[in-house]
């Protein structure tokens, strides 16, 4: 018989849905219970591709005996942390806190005052590797809970006093200047792999906001340490297993140092964030590696990711059948021997996809199997011959059982997607993207904003989720926005923008500057969730910051100016210590230092000089850069779409550039090569 979960909308807590355990969404209703029943909370946090979720859904939530067990002694709420982050940032810092390590599944014991008290992550069905079972963890919480009922309540009590004495104060700490941002380079500079690419050991993720930062700080200085250290760590992941050689997209993490064995859900965030990435690294340098991996993401993005609505779902799972044996394995879909390949392809060409692809006999994953990759080492093959491998072996794969989708959309998600579509489009000029960047847009305005411009969380099939939006969503979904006027000359999308970096200011800001994940109004936690550095996105903190500070360069508004400044001052402080964990700040960092530069393009849509105006802003490599384009607009605001635009005029009646930064505007130009100029390299 169904739980309490068969009424949710998420695709992870409907996986639980037919569980004996009799789960409880996140709901005051909840903790009411356990308060009447004087028993303790069981909170389990996970999400839909998350392999180990799985594993211990089936080895424990799915047992009867452990179900039951559950059940009597414990009230049990089941939270996707995709649709509640807030939640999961306030348990997770408690874990990490007591643990010194965190992941998911994250398993928390509370009181019904939601006051945590005992933590752990994932526990198995039996005693293992040092760890409790997990039938031992609730025997021995419900003997503490109930033979040592003062002494768990002043752990209880203490563990929150903590938590809540972790104030950020980082609003006043002053912007990042030149200093700070060469500090950090060099912090970096330490921690890289210079073998394989990428930074630390094992597991390897990709560090996809340092990319950008390298990339934008190379673009201002001119380090080619920099840029060396982002291309290097880029054609290293595109030649690893982590990146899907047939389908393109990129896995969420390597295993290894080595980037061969991934972890092998597909996440959206990764992939429009690496997307992006790739597009800029060509931007900087030509490369032909640079162009294929970003449209490939792209095209990866929206043929498997798309939903019927025009949003982009949150994941692909990790898992999925094994058509030999029947079982959900993890990287099943993907994993090859060279056998396979041979029975696909014929001998000459199996033998030919078993050497480029890296793959041997005794395999580079589990059961004899390889995981795809390209060798440096690898043979030269002839470019055509190749690309019937690949879509000969992509059909191929077409027919094994699928990896489950997590069709919910996220909004901060689809922001970063809109950004990135938006952008390939652009540069590579295929305007097939910035239509599917438009109507994702489009899907956030209509279904995920409300008629005060306060943004859900999540949708599925077309309807919102309960959850309200956090910080993170006003900011990815506002820089799309951004991304998304800059490329199609459309002003509504920044004022759509505007609605939310306003709304930044009025709901999530603090007095001193800093930022907070949750809005005023929002459902208050033990915590109020307050984290500037990344994880696998930018955080909300820095994503708005970088929001604002474009808005206010479209815009003069000296409000939206300062509260970038302040906001930034978190990167003040944390960007020469802990580079790797808040690296979108340093790059939001660098488009402040470098401006940003304000590009306003002016002449008629349909006049192809103006059109190779457009396009050569758009590829400017200056940091942060925007770029509005249009008709020129009066002094008194009619005319084009644009702030930008106002009083600028066509020089001989030619489609103009205008290139301004710091207060001071370069010459009009009506010449794309010298627009290029203008927008170069600026050397030291």
Not at 111 to 139: I, K, W
Not at 203 to 217: D, G, N
Request: glycine share 10%.
């Amino acid at each position: 018989m169904p739980n309490r979960l068969a009424n949710e909308t998420s695709p992870y807590l409907l996986q639980h849905a037919d569980n004996p355990v009799d789960w409880w969404p996140w709901s005051p209703e909840a903790f009411a219970e356990a308060r009447e029943r004087g028993v303790p909370v069981l909170l389990s946090v996970g999400y839909s591709s998350c392999h180990w979720c799985h594993v211990m859904a089936h080895e424990s939530f799915e047992d009867e005996p452990a179900a039951a067990y559950m059940n009597e002694h414990f009230v049990n709420i089941k939270v996707d942390r995709e649709e509640r982050p807030d939640v999961d940032a306030v348990y997770m810092e408690a874990v990490q806190a007591a643990t010194g390590q965190g992941g998911w599944p994250m398993t928390v014991f509370l009181t019904a005052d939601a006051e945590p008290f005992y933590f752990g992550t994932y526990f198995p069905p039996e005693p293992r590797h040092g760890m409790p079972s997990f039938t031992q963890v609730l025997e021995g919480v419900r003997t503490a809970w109930e033979g040592r009922p003062e002494e768990v309540a002043e752990v209880a009590q203490r563990i929150t006093r903590d938590l809540a004495g972790r104030q950020l104060d980082y609003g006043k700490a002053g912007t990042p200047g030149p200093e700070e941002l060469a500090r950090a380079l060099l912090g970096l500079t330490r921690d890289y792999d210079a073998t394989r690419g990428g930074f630390g050991g094992a597991p390897k993720f990709p560090p996809s906001m340092v990319l950008e930062f390298l990339l934008r700080h190379h673009a201002r200085t001119g380090a080619e340490g920099a840029l060396q250290m982002a291309a290097d760590t880029c054609e290293a992941m595109a030649r690893g297993g982590i990146y899907d050689q047939l389908g393109g997209g990129f896995a969420r993490y390597a295993v290894d140092r080595e980037w061969v064995v991934p972890h092998f859900e597909k996440m959206l965030y990764d992939n429009a964030l690496l997307c992006r990435v790739y597009a800029h690294l060509w931007r900087a340098t030509g490369s032909e590696m640079a162009r294929r991996v970003a449209l490939e993401t792209a095209d990866f993005m929206v043929r498997e990711l798309r939903t019927r609505e025009g949003g982009f779902a949150s994941a692909l799972d990790a898992d999925s059948e094994d058509p030999e044996t029947g079982k959900h394995v993890e990287g099943a879909y993907y994993a090859w021997t060279p056998a396979q390949l041979r029975e696909v392809l014929g001998e000459a060409d199996g033998e030919l996809a078993v050497a480029c692809f890296g793959v041997t006999e005794e395999g580079t994953f589990e059961h004899g199997t390889s995981v795809l990759q390209l060798p440096q080492d690898g043979p030269a093959a002839d470019a055509e011959r190749m690309a019937s491998i690949r879509a000969r072996l992509l059909a191929e794969r077409d027919r094994r059982p699928a990896p489950g989708r997590d069709d919910k959309v996220v909004a901060a998600w689809n922001g970063l997607a809109v950004a990135a579509l938006a952008e390939c489009g652009a540069y590579f000029e295929r305007p097939d993207l910035i239509e599917r960047a438009t109507e994702a847009a489009d899907l956030l305005v209509r279904v995920h904003m409300d008629g005060r411009a306060r943004l859900a969380r999540t949708s599925k099939d077309g309807q919102a989720g309960a959850n309200a939006g956090v910080l993170e969503d006003y900011g990815d979904v506002a820089d799309g926005f951004l991304a998304l006027a800059a490329v199609t000359g459309e002003g509504v999308w920044l004022e759509f923008a505007g609605f939310l970096v306003d709304l930044v200011l009025d709901q999530f800001r603090a007095e001193d500057g800093s930022l907070y994940d949750t809005a005023h109004d929002a459902e208050r936690l033990i915590r109020r969730p307050q984290d500037p550095t990344d994880t696998a996105a930018p955080s909300g903190w820095t994503a708005a910051a970088g929001a604002l500070l474009s808005y206010a360069a479209h815009t003069g508004s000296e409000a939206h100016r300062t509260a970038a400044e302040q906001a930034l001052g978190v990167v003040h402080a944390l960007g020469p210590r802990a580079p790797r964990f808040i690296g979108h700040g340093l790059a939001v960092a660098e488009a402040l230092l470098d401006g940003p530069r304000e590009v306003a393009v002016v002449g008629h849509p349909d006049d192809p000089a103006r059109a190779a105006l457009h396009r050569t802003a758009l590829l400017g490599a200056a940091p942060g850069a925007v770029v509005a384009a249009g008709l020129p607009r009066a002094a008194d605001g009619s005319g084009g779409e644009f702030p930008l635009l106002a009083e600028r005029t066509l020089v001989r009646d030619l489609p103009t550039a205008y290139v301004c930064r710091h207060f001071v505007c370069a010459r009009p130009t009506t010449d794309p090569v010298e627009l290029a100029d203008q927008l170069g390299t600026v050397r030291p």
